[in-house]
């Protein structure tokens, strides 16, 4: 099932252009030209992300933005002409959890409400499953004393691949991106060399095949990323 993302904007272009590269990229997209009527869809249907304008008519994008933090949690990204440091200031302090400035790149706006839900599913799978032990089928992740097994033989992994294998079994339904992977498990900005990330991607899926030739456990999503098979 596609994620939907709620556009609250009362610019029919700016609506044009963000819904076309949303679904483009494989997302439902619902549309609302006032804050009310956002509000209104924003509560009766399940919405993954809001993409939300600050000056709207019938109630305006902060007001909205705030109301919607009063029942859920799910990531809102300010959509706004003003370029002052305290608008931007004051949409984070109404709960909002990224702000971009018209005109946009739409390619960054789709990369940042991909960053944003992959991150939110994240925080609410790690949320639903504190486990410290992980088990995939005849796999076994240990993350208290950082060991793999398979069956009942030992996989020597390093302890970036140890990492990178955990965060990917942790959330099996989430495609990471190369820079994502970099940023989460180096701690490296998006400017950083991802081609350590296939390296690294590669080490794992050889130590796993060697054990397990009939299971594919890591799959590459053509031009997004990466996402563990369970």
């Given at each position: 099932m596609s994620k939907k993302i709620l556009i609250i904007e009362d610019d029919e272009n700016?609506?044009?252009?963000?819904?076309?590269?949303?679904?483009?990229?494989?997302?439902?997209?619902?549309?609302?030209?006032?804050?009310?009527?956002?509000?209104?869809?924003a509560k009766?249907?399940?919405?993954?992300?809001?993409?939300?304008?600050?000056?709207?008519?019938?109630?305006?994008?902060?007001?909205?933005?705030?109301?919607?933090?009063?029942?859920?949690?799910?990531?809102?990204?300010l959509v706004s002409a003003k370029k002052d440091e305290f608008d931007k200031i004051n949409g984070l302090g109404f709960g909002a959890d990224d702000y971009i400035v018209k005109p946009f790149s739409p390619s960054e706006l789709v990369a940042r409400v991909i960053a944003h839900i992959n991150r939110y599913e994240r925080l609410t799978n790690a949320d639903a499953k504190p486990a410290e032990v992980l088990e995939i089928n005849d796999l076994k992740i240990d993350k208290k004393?950082?060991?793999?097994?398979?069956?009942?033989?030992?996989?020597?992994?390093?302890?970036?691949?140890?990492?990178?294998?955990?965060?990917?079994a942790e959330n099996p339904d989430t495609v990471f991106t190369k820079d994502e992977l970099l940023s989460e498990i180096w701690n490296y900005d998006s400017m950083g060399d991802t081609s350590t990330v296939t390296v690294h991607i590669n080490r794992v899926r050889e130590k796993l095949s060697a054990i397990d030739k009939d299971m594919e456990y890591i799959n590459t999503v053509w031009g997004k990323g990466y996402r563990f098979n369970k």
């Amino acid at each position: 099932m596609s994620k939907k993302i709620l556009i609250i904007e009362d610019d029919e272009n700016i609506i044009c252009l963000e819904r076309d590269y949303l679904e483009a990229h494989g997302f439902e997209v619902l549309c609302a030209n006032d804050g009310i009527r956002g509000l209104e869809i924003a509560k009766s249907v399940n919405i993954s992300l809001v993409l939300l304008d600050i000056m709207l008519p019938s109630l305006n994008g902060l007001e909205v933005c705030k109301r919607i933090r009063e029942f859920s949690n799910i990531p809102i990204l300010l959509v706004s002409a003003k370029k002052d440091e305290f608008d931007k200031i004051n949409g984070l302090g109404f709960g909002a959890d990224d702000y971009i400035v018209k005109p946009f790149s739409p390619s960054e706006l789709v990369a940042r409400v991909i960053a944003h839900i992959n991150r939110y599913e994240r925080l609410t799978n790690a949320d639903a499953k504190p486990a410290e032990v992980l088990e995939i089928n005849d796999l076994k992740i240990d993350k208290k004393s950082r060991r793999i097994f398979f069956k009942d033989t030992e996989i020597t992994f390093t302890n970036k691949e140890f990492d990178l294998l955990t965060t990917l079994a942790e959330n099996p339904d989430t495609v990471f991106t190369k820079d994502e992977l970099l940023s989460e498990i180096w701690n490296y900005d998006s400017m950083g060399d991802t081609s350590t990330v296939t390296v690294h991607i590669n080490r794992v899926r050889e130590k796993l095949s060697a054990i397990d030739k009939d299971m594919e456990y890591i799959n590459t999503v053509w031009g997004k990323g990466y996402r563990f098979n369970k």
